[in-house]
């Protein structure tokens, strides 16, 4: 008993360090990915906007949450893949059997795994992901406000500011003096108006979200529309800018709500249809998406088995497709939740729903060792062709 006991523990322990290793790797390779499709964004800020690169590591930390939030449980289905993948490659599941331990055995470490990975991912999608969301608006906008003045270039049409379109022909940053000088202000749309001005100064008012343009030397040019056409020189002009109305890019929607928000919205009546099944669809997603880990834990380990070493590459080609297909089936069921032809609850829950299912399904298969139809399959495919790539290689 004692023995039997220490040996549970001994392979409790061992499981979870083999899945551990490529979960991490898993971690980093997939965030790398998904970072990278936000580079040419995090360029465009230091370029355009002038921001300190304090900033850009600011903004990729607060990225953190909505990228952790998809790539914990592929790392999971990954490292599982690779785990049980390897264990099988070296014959230590037979070997294992032949001790008496069967699959269900490897379970108990596999869902404590999976609880981890579901507790990690229900924290995000709770608290850090509002957080992170709300906290990548808020310093966007510090950056548009703070750095507005600084990026101004000459010679270029600059539409940093809100419903202006500023331009300048020579600019002294460390006096803010301009020449030279073109505004389209359609900040009132039924009135807009071209400025022109000979020579001006830009000031940051000091304690607001304001810029003051002084102007010299000029005219304002209106239509009128079929009233005519209006003209109206002066010497001296003032042009005042709100910084803060740049927090109209920054709209604030239901990703950026907490838990409490998104109640609060589905509570009120003065949200329309498509906003509260929007609101509903995020709220049954943060619930839905941490339960995938225990989903991809049925699904991984008869998967990661198969992975013979006459069949890795069918093994891993389907564990990439079982990833894939989650999310499309995940992202089908939002468009129909959003479009109100099926309920939101039921959009989001289907694809967890449906995983279990397959995934216990697998698991079945796998401890009684009956052969899984699509493994087969996909060995048959991964066959021919290697047969035909081979017979291309010899000229036949």
């Not at 040019?221 to 890019?249: C, M, P």
């Not at 929607?253 to 589905?266: H, I, K, V």
Request: glycine fraction near 8%; charge should be positive; proline fraction near 4%.
């Amino acid at each position: 008993m004692y023995h039997a006991t220490v040996m549970k523990k001994t392979l409790f322990l061992y499981i979870c360090r083999e899945i551990a290793v490529p979960f991490l790797l898993g971690m980093a390779t997939f965030t790398a990915v998904l970072l990278m499709g936000r580079l040419l964004q995090l360029a465009e800020m230091v370029v355009a906007r002038g921001a300190l690169f304090s900033d850009i590591l600011r903004m990729v930390l607060y990225l953190l949450p909505f990228f952790s939030m998809v790539t914990i449980p592929m790392a999971f289905l990954l490292a599982l893949l690779l785990a049980f993948g390897r264990l099988s490659a070296d014959s230590e599941v037979t070997a294992m059997k032949a001790c008496g331990m069967g699959l269900y055995t490897l379970l108990p470490p596999v869902l404590s795994c999976a609880l981890l990975a579901w507790l990690a991912t229900t924290f995000i999608t709770v608290y850090a992901l509002p957080w992170g969301n709300t906290s990548f608006k808020q310093l966007l906008l510090e950056v548009v406000e703070t750095r507005a003045t600084l990026n101004l270039k000459e010679r270029v049409f600059n539409d940093d500011f809100p419903g202006l379109v500023l331009y300048v022909d020579r600019y002294q940053s460390d006096r803010g003096t301009m020449s030279g000088i073109l505004i389209q202000d359609e900040r009132n749309p039924k009135e807009p108006s071209t400025i022109f001005a000979g020579e001006g100064m830009i000031v940051r008012e000091p304690g607001t979200k304001t810029l003051r343009l002084s102007l010299k030397n000029g005219g304002i040019h209106q239509s009128l529309g079929t009233a005519g056409y209006r003209l109206l020189e002066f010497q001296d002009y003032q042009v005042t800018i709100n910084l803060a109305l740049a927090a109209k890019e920054v709209i604030k929607n239901e990703r950026d709500m907490t838990f409490a928000d998104l109640r609060q919205a589905l509570r009120t009546h003065k949200v329309d249809d498509r906003e509260r099944r929007k609101v509903q669809i995020e709220f049954h997603s943060r619930l839905a998406l941490p339960l995938a880990c225990f989903a991809f834990a049925l699904v991984g380990v008869p998967l990661g088995i198969q992975n013979q070493r006459s069949g890795k590459a069918a093994g891993f080609s389907i564990s990439i497709g079982v990833i894939l297909a989650y999310y499309v089936v995940l992202s089908a069921g939002e468009t129909l939740g959003q479009k109100g032809i099926v309920h939101p609850a039921v959009a989001v829950w289907t694809p967890d729903i449906a995983f279990l299912l397959l995934g216990v399904y697998l698991f079945r298969k796998a401890a009684s060792e009956s052969s899984i139809p699509l493994i087969e399959f996909a060995r048959e495919l991964v066959a021919q062709a290697r047969g035909a790539a081979t017979r291309r290689g010899t000229g036949q």
